[in-house]
């Protein structure tokens, strides 16, 4: 069960930081769906850098350690990051009319 606890951090801090950065830049074409599903992928890849050590500073500025608030913030970050690029990714391959 410990081990279970901070995968689901992650998908919750990525989903919720895709679906946050959706919100805010309604220039994008991100449905509900993708906005999700990238934020949770982020979310996940975040937090697993998070926890392997590669982002200890990052991780200091965001007020946290290794643990569960450090694992939300940086997923929430990398879900945002994501959800960003996929958004911009479709924007620029969206018809122009």
Same mark, same amino acid.
């Given at each position: 069960?410990?081990?279970? &606890?901070?995968?689901? =951090?992650?998908? !919750?801090? #990525? @989903?919720? $930081? *895709?679906?946050?950065?959706?919100?805010?830049?309604?220039?994008?074409?991100?449905?509900? &769906?993708?906005?999700? =599903?990238?934020? !949770?992928? #982020? @979310?996940? $890849? *975040?937090g697993q850098l998070a926890s392997s050590g590669a982002l200890d500073t990052v991780l200091q500025v965001l007020g946290g350690g290794a643990?569960?608030? #450090?694992?939300?913030?940086?997923?929430?970050?990398?879900?945002?990051?994501?959800?960003?690029?996929?958004?911009?990714?479709?924007?620029?391959?969206?018809?122009?009319?």
């Open positions: 069960m410990e081990q279970l &606890i901070p995968i689901i =951090i992650q998908l !919750i801090g #990525g @989903g919720a $930081g *895709g679906n946050i950065v959706a919100a805010l830049l309604k220039q994008l074409p991100l449905s509900k &769906i993708v906005a999700t =599903i990238a934020g !949770i992928i #982020g @979310g996940v $890849g *975040g643990g569960n608030g #450090g694992q939300a913030a940086s997923s929430a970050a990398g879900g945002a990051l994501l959800t960003l690029i996929v958004g911009f990714i479709q924007k620029a391959m969206a018809p122009k009319a």
